[in-house]
């Protein structure tokens, strides 16, 4: 099946110079974005809401114009393989996630999913297989209404230089920045 303008084997050459390999996740989240996306009514500006970090935000990131970096993609991560594409101003949208009974039809996308067999012991020929065969139809479909509330990027208010280190940080953090506050992922130097 085709992910969107794309054929498959044009996805996976994309996928792979994107996330330097063709990920069986990112295939999969591909048809799942373009499910969702396929019931927005033609012409509507959209946001996303991809509820892991894994594989599926880049699936997002290669098929429509939401990006993490320009915020119309929010990453709420619940460890769910699930995508939600939703009207901007209204909220109104469809959330694509994966059907455990449907995959029941594609025994090797179940053992990949779930985590069955050990990486040594999947087919990882026949997985592709099963996912181009499959398309979306592995996929549940639902209208979902995003609650704005919940979403709302933080806003950074006032900048301040940091004390300590001398770098622009948003004031309201404290009185140094978060990275002093030992937030920051390096040893010392
Ligand atoms: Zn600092």
New binding site residues.
């Given amino acids: 099946m085709n992910i969107g303008p794309y054929t498959f084997a044009q996805f996976k050459e994309k996928a792979a110079e994107f996330h330097s390999y063709p990920a069986p996740g990112l295939l999969i989240g591909a048809y799942m974005v373009e499910a969702a996306k396929a019931r927005l009514p033609e012409g509507t500006l959209f946001e996303a809401v991809v509820e892991t970090k894994k594989c599926l935000p880049d699936a997002v990131q290669l098929l429509t114009p939401c990006s993490v970096g320009n915020q119309w993609m929010s990453i709420v991560d619940l460890g769910k393989y699930a995508v939600a594409l939703y009207d901007k101003y209204s909220g109104a949208g469809f959330r694509a996630s994966l059907d455990l009974e449907k995959l029941r039809s594609y025994p090797e996308i179940a053992a990949w999913f779930l985590k069955i067999k050990p990486k040594a012991e999947q087919d990882s020929d026949l997985l592709l297989q099963e996912i181009e065969r499959a398309g979306d139809g592995i996929c549940a479909i639902a209208p979902i209404q995003v609650e704005f509330e919940r979403l709302r990027h933080a806003r950074m208010g006032r900048i301040a230089a940091?004390p300590?280190?001398g770098?622009a940080?948003p004031a309201g953090d404290g009185a140094?920045?978060r990275?002093?506050q030992g937030e920051a992922p390096y040893l010392p130097a």
């Fill in positions: 940091c300590s280190c770098e940080y140094v920045c990275g002093c």
